[in-house]
Structures are given as structure tokens and as C-alpha cells.
């Protein structure tokens, strides 16, 4: 019996064979199978999109709209990870954005919103000023309506997964926070 290969058939055989002996991406730092010294390489600082106010529809959006403006209250990227002693960097993209961050495994529905009142400058723009709160860490600066900063800086010396808020109270309700993940140094 003789067997009559194909020059086609020859040439899918070896494109598989070539193909499984490819060795496999990497794993990601934060997934489950990583390596101890992959998910220990996280950088030491980090910069963080507050507000994009170059998308969505104008403000206030016209009536009837469907609220796209809200696509301009967010994080980019929503979670950032960075070594223990790592700084991160939050360029400020809207007039009423300010950045509140939170103590470790804080999450959004804990944060008080007792007190709310308005800046001056922002016109009546409610705030959660979070003297109240006891899981507030830091507000950085004020909002660049009010005369803050386009960039503000924090360092995080301690391990931990921070809530970070726009503490403008509509912002924040409609999803604008995010987390500093802290690794500890090994």
C-alpha cells in the first residue's frame, strides 16, 4: 500500500508544528499563574488620566441626550499599579475634577458624603469635603476652577489597594474612581 501525500496537507502539517512549538506569552503581573518575580515588577510611578474632557457631548448636554458627557468623568486607566514608594502622577482633564484618595480596601459605597457644601470659585458645584469621613487620606489640591493645578502628585508608602474619587459629588456618582494598587517590596 503506498501513501500519496499532498504538498498542501505536507505544508498545514508543518504550520501546526511550528506553531505548537512557539513557547507561550508571558502572564500578565496580576494574573493568577504569574511568577513571584513577575507580579514583584511593578514600576515606581505611575501617571493617571483625571477627567477627559475632550470626549462626550458637551456640558450641560442638550435635552433629551442621552448624558454622554459623563464619558468625560473617568480614570484612565481605572487602576494603576505601582511598587511600595511609588509615586503617582494625576493630570487633571476638566475644570471641576479634584482627586480624594482613600484608605486602604475603602470602597466606593463607604465613602460619607455627610457635609457636602460648595467651593468657592466653582460656582455651586457640591463637593464631598470628607472632614467627616475617616477613611479619607488626602485631597489633593483644589479643582483648577478654583485655581489648582492642571497635575498633582502622591507618593504611597505602604502596600494597600487605594480608592481614588473626583470628589465633585456628580462625578463621583456617576463612576469616577479608580484604584492605587501598593505591592510591597520583597
Partial sequence: MRFRFHFPVLLLVLALA?????????PSPTAPGASLAEKNNSPLSATVRFGNDTVGS?????????QSGHGRDNLIPRTVVIDQGGTVTFVIGGGVHRVAIYKDG???????LAGLAPKAG??????????????LIK???QPICA??????????????????????LPHF???MYGWV??????
Fill in 58 to 66: 458637551p456640558f450641560p448636554p442638550p435635552s433629551g441626550h442621552d
Fill in 173 to 175: 456618582n456617576v463612576g
Fill in 106 to 112: 475603602t470602597e466606593p459605597e463607604q465613602v460619607s
Fill in 139 to 141: 485631597v489633593l489640591g
Fill in 147 to 168: 485655581g489648582g493645578p492642571a497635575t498633582v502628585s502622591q507618593k504611597f508608602d505602604r502596600p494597600g489597594r487605594y480608592l481614588v474619587i473626583c470628589s465633585f
Fill in 181 to 186: 494598587e501598593v505591592r510591597a517590596k520583597p
Fill in 18 to 26: 511550528a506553531a505548537c512549538s512557539q513557547p507561550g506569552s508571558t
Fill in 122 to 135: 466653582c460656582g455651586p458645584a457640591p463637593y464631598i469635603p470628607g472632614t467627616n469621613d475617616p477613611n
